[in-house]
């Protein structure tokens, strides 16, 4: 909340989340596993339709180059019964920061302005290594806009600038990860058969435990 406490117990959002999540589970269509080579390795030998996550996959799919052709990127499904939802989100990303203790603030600021947050240049060079801008005029540049052999022959990188100019924004405070894990926790204990309503309680108190309150 902006008031910097949990919103967790009588968030509506949330509970549609996890009952849409345990739907999934339960009718097959979403498969779960327990680590990141597992999870890699479902979508890359062809056991499953695809995977809904952050731009930065796109390296681990095209590892499976006998796939090439058979991937495409796309807009996200909306969440059914949610107000606001939208068909874009985010996952992951970096941050630039000039800090307090800066020698010349001014300076350093206007480094950020004129290479991340104003050239395309730069944004053209680093793509080839997989660093992709969501910054929005970059999405216009000529190597943007170069097919991708793998995906269909799709322009995607500009197509994924695109999808971050319509991701909602939302609150990530100091306590976001410690919030996430007792969510995360929630969810598993709900698709187990806990008690939903029971697990969000759980999971406010131990987010409220963890700030301090």
């Given at each position: 909340m902006l008031d910097g406490t949990a919103n967790i117990v009588n968030n509506d959002t949330l509970k549609i989340v996890m009952e849409t999540y345990k739907?999934?589970?339960?009718a097959g269509v979403l498969t779960e596993v327990n680590s990141w080579d597992e999870y890699v390795g479902d979508f890359v030998?062809?056991?499953v339709a695809?995977?809904?996550?952050?731009?930065?996959?796109m390296a681990s799919i095209q590892t499976a180059e006998d796939q090439k052709g058979n991937w495409a990127i796309t807009n996200m499904p909306s969440l059914v019964?949610?107000?606001?939802?939208?068909?874009?989100s985010n996952n992951g990303g970096s941050s630039w920061a000039v800090t307090t203790k800066c020698a010349n603030p001014d300076l350093a600021c206007d480094f950020l302005a004129s290479t991340f947050a104003g050239?395309?240049?730069?944004?053209?060079?680093?793509l080839p290594s997989g660093a992709l801008a969501t910054w929005a005029p970059a999405g216009d540049s000529a190597a943007y806009g170069e097919p991708s052999e793998f995906f269909g022959g799709d322009a995607v990188s500009a197509?994924?600038?695109d999808f971050a100019t319509k991701v909602p924004t939302n609150i990530t405070g100091a306590y976001y990860y410690e919030a996430r894990n007792a969510v995360a926790t929630a969810?598993?204990?709900y698709i187990n058969g806990s008690d939903l309503a029971t697990e969000l309680q759980t999971a406010e108190q131990t987010v409220n435990f963890n700030m301090g309150q």
């Open positions: 739907s999934l589970k339960d030998s062809g056991n695809g995977t809904i996550n952050g731009c930065w996959i019964g949610a107000s606001g939802a939208t068909n874009y050239s395309n240049e730069l944004y053209d060079n680093i197509k994924i600038v969810i598993t204990n």
